[in-house]
């Protein structure tokens, strides 16, 4: 993932990449890996950190990082998995420099880097992989309302039964449909504020009921109100 000169920030299939400034999240959980790579020296659950550092999935946690990169992976990805399996080195990162390449930061760690660049789908089943393609429309700016998408609705299109779907679905992509379901609706609301579209219309676009719901939820998710976030994480 080359960044000189181009956006900071990645929307894409199975992770979000992103460097930021400012960022001083209250308290929340998520079901993806985390990894922190902060420019400066920063603090994790009110506590020094100098290096970089891994969230586990559904960890409760609470950061203050003046400025540097977050990345965030769907467990079953090839990221997520890597990052999982190197999780013990990684904080022996050193502080990265401002705005740096990222696949240079990451360079003592080649698997990490390929798989920033290569996140393909992991899920077996071809019907998983058709509906995780149908998901991530909204990242080339086709996001669907998600009128249609209850767990008994997307099994009965892929002929399951819904507690075949779940099993299925948790099975090989490691989380549940419904947090996957309302990380992918976060991630459409995000980027269509990105794109101009205001609070309320995103919130509707994404299947909040309004923006204080779509606020509210990104607190609880992702320690941040909609507005908080753009402006950490805008482009420069």
Not at 136 to 149: F, I, T, V
Request: charge should be positive.
């Amino acid at each position: 993932m080359n960044t000189n000169g181009e956006s900071k920030t990645l929307f894409a299939p199975g992770r979000v990449v992103a460097y930021g400034q400012s960022i001083d999240a209250q308290a929340h959980k998520h079901p993806l890996w985390q990894l922190c790579l902060p420019s400066q020296a920063s603090q994790l659950n009110q506590k020094p950190i100098n290096g970089a550092v891994v969230i586990k999935p559904n960890q409760t946690h609470q950061l203050n990082m003046p400025k540097g990169w977050i990345i965030l992976a769907e467990p079953q990805s090839v990221l997520g998995q890597v990052i999982a399996e190197i999780s013990i080195e990684i904080p022996r990162f050193k502080p990265c420099e401002d705005d740096s390449d990222l696949n240079q930061v990451l360079s003592a760690y080649p698997s990490l880097v390929y798989a920033l660049n290569n996140n393909d789908y992991q899920a077996r089943d071809d019907r998983l992989r058709a509906l995780l393609e149908n998901l991530d429309q909204c990242l080339a700016g086709e996001c669907l309302k998600p009128d249609s998408w209850r767990a008994k609705q997307v099994a009965e299109a892929m002929f399951l039964s819904e507690s075949r779907f779940l099993h299925l679905f948790r099975a090989q992509l490691g989380i549940a449909w419904r947090p996957y379901l309302l990380w992918k609706r976060l991630i459409c609301a995000l980027l269509a504020i990105k794109r101009g579209q205001s609070a309320t219309q995103a919130a509707y676009q994404a299947g909040f009921s309004d923006s204080a719901h779509l606020s509210h939820t990104l607190s609880r998710n992702l320690g941040m109100t909609s507005k908080q976030l753009l402006l950490s994480f805008k482009d420069s």
